[in-house]
């Protein structure tokens, strides 16, 4: 599934649940920004958002779509041939905490 929601550059919300196909016009509009929550997202739109849509380097795409037991931080630099812009790339885990106890939910 995908979740959308569109703010504007003051921060309110513009819209949300965007069709697909305006996704990359929202993108260009420097007057409003778009974020996209993939939750258990199909094959088809996994591939949509993170290689048709960003462009991002395969190696961010794997990291997206398999799970990752270790946080992050990756930049990425394009090169002539790449179509991404330069990006800083992040996994990030929750912590839940129970009393004084700390956890990650993915390392239990």
Same mark, same amino acid.
């Given at each position: #599934?995908?979740?959308? =929601?569109?703010?504007?550059?003051?921060?309110?919300?513009?819209?949300?649940?965007?069709?697909?196909?305006? #996704?990359?016009?929202?993108?260009?509009?420097?007057? =409003?920004?778009?974020?996209?929550? =993939?939750?258990?997202?199909?094959?088809?739109?996994?591939?949509?958002? =993170?290689?048709?849509?960003?462009?991002?380097?395969?190696?961010?795409?794997?990291?997206?779509?398999?799970?990752?037991?270790?946080?992050?931080?990756?930049?990425?630099?394009?090169?002539?041939?790449d179509r991404f812009a330069p990006?800083?790339?992040?996994?990030?885990?929750?912590?839940?905490?129970?009393g004084r106890t700390a956890f990650?939910?993915?390392?239990?």
């Amino acid at each position: #599934m995908i979740r959308s =929601l569109v703010f504007t550059t003051q921060g309110r919300l513009h819209s949300k649940d965007i069709e697909m196909f305006l #996704m990359p016009t929202l993108l260009t509009d420097t007057n =409003l920004f778009l974020w996209i929550d =993939l939750e258990n997202p199909t094959p088809e739109e996994a591939k949509f958002v =993170l290689e048709e849509l960003f462009h991002f380097h395969p190696l961010s795409i794997q990291d997206c779509v398999e799970a990752s037991l270790a946080p992050k931080v990756e930049e990425y630099s394009p090169k002539e041939e790449d179509r991404f812009a330069p990006y800083l790339f992040m996994v990030i885990h929750a912590v839940i905490t129970v009393g004084r106890t700390a956890f990650s939910p993915r390392a239990s």
